[in-house]
């Protein structure tokens, strides 16, 4: 793992935090707590692994169980700021941080998969004194939701609790944005939207109204939820969800998958090798069709029409099938909506250059979740991170702040504040009424505001302004 530039704005002390588990994604949160400034101490009970992570990027590490008490002391408890659970252990991660919001008043952050816990989330939350319950596997579900309702969508990225959305797409030979500028593309446009970003040969680019969209480019857009369907319209994409999906492996990954497909009309049907597991899905997915059988059998993606299907989700719980099947289910239905799931590969550059359709990294997913609440903690100038993501191979950043109190952002208007270079101050929420803002508007209190930047590490929107 490599470690990504952070801007750093002001100074600031980090925060405490401890980690119980270091496993994918223990080390993903590592990497991206440290590099925020943050004082890290890790616990697991593999002695190799702790001293790999705590060697590499120089955090204090802790052989041991993360629920005793004892270990805990030994951590900083009582002293911690942040204490996040993500061991391979439901029930593990759940009583560490009940013990950890026993002894410390640090913000407490569970790891937890198993579907059961679900309905259950409000009373740990009461009664463990958790901060947040994260279920990769439901959020996962989730993500790939978005990107089969929105299958032209490399990416969907949701903002100010799903009235907007973020979404980056490649721009194809003949399509009708190419060679127009960012200027003459808004003017044509029936809704108001706003280009936020370019990739175009590995460089990234906050364009400007003089910059202009080329074939290859990949482009990312920030639109209301009910506007992204009309864009990809007007610019002459199918823009309607996907009827049916084939997804292999009827984990617990598959299962809320198919839950979440179900409920938007989309037709499931489940490819699982387990026998007994495929009668359970039966009886929990009425509505799916389960088949027993091998799902990395040519012959029998064959026999249940990969070649006509819609959308392919390859979730064999390993990384190498799911990137061999996502392959070969693009060579053999070239219209295919294929979303690939990864959770241990590393070869991000490798990854990027084959025809895996949309990448999603669910460790990823509970890194920015866990970093949007650490960001906000960070702050006490009068704004607030909601949200946040990383896109672009960690090369930009989108944050949601909301406003909460007067402060140099909001004494000008927006032609009149100097801004960093490469912030883009995408749009402007206000009273749930989604602003794309002009150089006249203003930003006031209580606003949620959202920008674009290659600068990573803002804490505070007071930072955007140079």
């Known amino acids: 793992m490599g470690f990504f530039s ?62 005793r008490y004892g270990i805990l002391m030994d951590a900083g408890i009582q002293q911690a700021d942040v204490f996040i659970a993500v061991a391979e252990d439901d029930e593990l991660n759940l009583l560490c941080c009940s013990i950890a919001s026993k002894v410390s008043n640090c913000a407490t952050f569970a790891r937890v998969h198993t579907p059961d816990y679900n309905s259950e989330v409000r009373y740990f939350q009461e009664k463990l004194g958790l901060t947040m319950i994260i279920n990769p596997e439901l959020s996962t579900a989730m993500e790939t939701a978005r990107l089969l309702y929105q299958p032209n969508a490399l990416e969907v990225n949701p903002f100010y609790h799903g009235r907007a959305e973020m979404v980056k797409f490649e721009v194809y030979e003949d399509n009708t944005l190419v060679g127009k500028t960012i200027a003459e593309i808004g003017a044509e446009l029936p809704h108001e939207l706003l280009i936020c970003v370019i990739e175009r040969q590995g460089e990234v680019i906050i364009p400007g109204g003089n910059d202009h969209i080329e074939v290859g ?13 009309d864009f990809f319209e007007h610019i002459g994409f199918d823009s309607r969800q996907v009827a049916d999906c084939m997804i292999i492996g009827g984990g617990t990954s598959g299962y809320f998958l198919a839950n979440q497909l179900i409920d938007m009309g989309i037709e499931v049907k489940i490819i699982e090798q387990n026998r007994a597991r495929c009668e359970e899905l039966s009886i929990l997915l009425p509505k799916a069709i389960i088949i027993n059988g091998d799902g990395t059998s040519e012959e029998l993606l064959h026999e249940e029409n990969l070649q006509h299907i819609e959308s392919f989700i390859p979730l064999t719980g390993i990384d190498e099938e799911n990137i061999l099947l996502s392959l070969h289910a693009s060579q053999v239905n070239d219209d295919v909506k294929v979303v690939t799931k990864i959770d241990r590969v590393n070869y991000k550059d490798v990854i990027r250059g ?38 672009f191979n960690d090369r930009v950043e989108a944050v949601e702040f909301t406003i909460t109190e007067e402060s140099p952002i909001t004494e000008f208007h927006l032609k009149d504040l100097a801004l960093r270079k490469n912030v883009l101050i995408a749009t402007i929420e206000r009273k749930g009424k989604l602003i794309f803002p002009s150089g006249k508007d203003r930003i006031h209190v209580g606003d949620s505001v959202m920008i674009v930047t290659t600068n990573l590490g803002y804490d ?7």
């Open 217 to 229: 480019d990949q482009v990312s857009f920030v639109a209301s939820r009910e506007h992204v369907r």
């Open 460 to 466: 505070n929107i007071n930072q955007v302004l140079a």
């Open 354 to 391: 084959m025809d895996l359709g949309s990448v999603i990294y669910p460790r990823y997913i509970i890194a920015e979740a866990i970093l949007s609440y650490v960001r906000g903690m960070m702050n006490s100038q009068g704004s607030n991170v909601e949200t946040l993501y990383h896109m």
């Open 6 to 67: 952070r801007f750093q704005p002001q100074e600031h002390h980090g925060l405490e935090i401890i980690i119980v588990g270091c496993g994918t994604v223990g080390a993903t949160l590592v990497e991206r707590l440290s590099n925020e400034g943050h004082d890290i101490t890790i616990i697991d009970k593999d002695r190799e692994r702790v001293n790999e992570i705590a060697n590499y990027y120089d955090v204090m590490g802790i052989v041991g169980n993360g629920a």
